[in-house]
């Protein structure tokens, strides 16, 4: 065999190795993204169809759409009711009230709290209006289930209220209107808990932004104060239904920030200390304005008055402090827009804290429906208004303007009393449009929120559930310690097993269908049981069932483990 023969067999030789290792590469290669794709992308993707993700995307879209309507008709209906008695919907009561005949000042708000007491009495299950706190508390406790009747009429009181000038909030209800639609929607479909509890800050971030032309706030909103975590996959159906909210709003309403700003700017960084002691003095405020809003309450719990004269009488009262100050009628933005625009006296700011202060006290006191961030912001304004005034007057080479400070103070306190820092942050950014006082803005809420939450140690929102007897500041274990204990550790009778098994030993430790996980465990530490007797509320020595120590610590454990899971995922 000559030379030439040699080399093309030796060629086509290596021509066949190389052929037959790239096969083997290639075969190596499919089989790595072959299995690759079985052992990380397939389970991804059955979870995500087995949470049945898509479906609370495209609910997420419908209660979006939904929530930025009723936020829609829920403005609307305000301004048609103040319209009644104004001959305005505007939401700068101020100027028409202040022109307006004394009387109606006067006599409007209580009119209108003659129509609020009796639908409170008649036709709403508990007697008063529900608000953020409910929502938080149908999230921790309730399956997020909202019963639509009362939101609706929550809704409805909460509409009348502001109409006829009750100095409260819109936030509140417009809140409680979207986690109503939500839940609604959603129990339309059987879906986990985890995607019900993103359905329902999905409604919240919707009614924040649909409410306040706000959208990232309002994601920020419901995760931090409804979700009370920052989960992936909650990120996305919040996400899209705080937009939709936003897109309904802004098609209506236009796209136009909540309140107007003049141009502001900070001097120089030696102002600094002033913005850290603008945060103490908000801390005050918010301290005062809560504290204000608590004993009011307590004080109207220990007056016996027919539940219909509540409002009533509360809305005279807030009659007359409008004949002196108009600017506490409504939501009050049109006077926050004036603190601003450093349009107010330094007096007349001083003097609004105290009677702002005092007008919602007793308007939420009196079974008025409302929030209180509006009100929150209405301080803010004018406590910020004020210390920029006096800032100028002793520093008026270093002093920013007024209207810098009166932002920076509406956030400082809002975020105080709500207990929710970066969003409220974000609010105020996106209300206000300005973005320029970041640094500013963060460190005066910062303050002003850990001072507060030093001295009261919980929100506004919390206060009202600890004066329900449910604590949601300790973490997970204080949400599933009340969860029922029939529903998680309960075994039935066996069949040999008589339901009257304890009539003859009273002394026998029993517990209740109702009673909680916390009342269960408690219970087997004091007595030593490892089975305790479940016995029917209404028949109290009939024996329905044995609660079991391991098991009753077993369902508390895994409702502990299921809400750190939902929290990161």
């Known amino acids: ?177 979207g986690a109503t639609l939500a839940s609604l929607i959603e129990d339309r479909f059987k879906l986990p808990r985890p995607a019900r509890r993103t359905l329902l800050a999905a409604g919240t971030a919707a009614a924040v932004s649909a409410s306040f032309n706000a959208p990232i706030a309002g994601v920020l909103f419901a995760c931090e104060v409804i979700l009370a975590h920052f989960a992936m996959r909650a990120f996305v159906p919040i996400v899209i239904a705080s937009v939709m909210g936003t897109i309904v709003a802004r098609l209506h309403l236009g796209d136009f920030p909540a309140f107007t700003i003049p141009d502001h700017a900070i001097n120089s960084y030696l102002e600094f200390p002033a913005f850290a002691l603008l945060g103490l003095t908000c801390a005050l405020v918010a301290i005062i304005f809560q504290s204000s809003l608590i004993a009011t309450e307590r004080i109207a719990w220990r007056i016996a008055m027919p539940l219909w004269l509540r409002p009533v009488v509360g809305g005279l009262m807030v009659g007359a402090i409008a004949l002196a100050f108009p600017h506490v009628l409504g939501v009050g933005y049109g006077t926050t827009n004036l603190a601003l625009h450093q349009k107010l006296p330094l007096v007349l700011m001083l003097a609004l804290l105290v009677a702002k202060t005092a007008a919602t006290a007793i308007t939420l006191a009196s079974r008025f429906g409302g929030g209180v961030f509006s009100p929150s912001l209405y301080l803010g304004a004018m406590t910020g208004g004020a210390f920029g005034l006096m800032a100028a007057s002793v520093f008026p080479e270093l002093s920013s303007s007024g209207g810098l400070y009166a932002i920076l103070g509406m956030g400082a306190v809002a975020g105080a009393v709500l207990g929710a820092p970066i969003s409220t942050t974000v609010i105020v950014f996106e209300l206000t449009g300005g973005y320029e006082m970041t640094l500013a803005l963060l460190l005066t809420v910062s303050i002003a929120n850990g001072l507060t939450q030093a001295v009261n140690g919980q929100s506004f929102f919390h206060w009202q559930l600890t004066a329900r007897g449910l604590s949601l500041r300790e973490g997970h274990h204080e949400i599933a310690h009340p969860q029922r204990l029939h529903d998680l550790a309960v075994r039935p009778l066996a069949k040999d097993e008589s339901p009257r098994a304890i009539a003859e030993n009273d002394d026998a430790p029993r517990l209740g269908a109702s009673d909680s996980v916390e009342v269960a465990l408690r219970l087997f530490d004091r007595t030593g049981e490892h089975r305790i007797a479940v016995v029917d509320n209404a028949e109290p020595r009939r024996v329905i069932g044995w609660a079991d120590h391991v098991a009753a610590l077993s369902a508390f454990n895994e409702a502990l483990i299921a809400a750190h899971r939902e929290e990161h995922r």
């Open 1 to 177: 065999m000559d030379d030439a023969h040699i080399r093309d067999d030796g060629r086509r030789s290596r021509r066949r190795a190389l052929t037959a290792s790239l096969g083997a590469q290639l075969a190596r290669g499919r089989g790595f993204i072959v299995g690759g794709f079985r052992d990380r992308v397939l389970p991804n993707l059955a979870d995500f169809m087995a949470e049945r993700t898509l479906l609370v995307w495209l609910l997420a879209l419908v209660i979006g759409i939904g929530v930025g309507y009723a936020a829609l008709a829920f403005r609307l209906s305000i301004g048609a009711v103040q319209y009644l008695w104004l001959g305005t919907a505007s939401e700068d009561v101020y100027f028409t009230a202040h022109f307006g005949p004394w009387w109606l000042v006067l006599l409007a708000p209580a009119a209108g709290g003659l129509v609020v007491g009796l639908i409170l009495e008649r036709f709403v299950p508990g007697r008063r209006a529900h608000g953020v706190a409910d929502v938080i508390e149908a999230r921790a406790l309730r399956d997020c289930r909202i019963r639509p009747r009362i939101g609706f009429l929550s809704a409805l009181v909460a509409a009348l209220s502001l109409g006829a000038g009750a100095s409260a909030g819109r936030e509140g209800p417009v809140v409680h209107l």
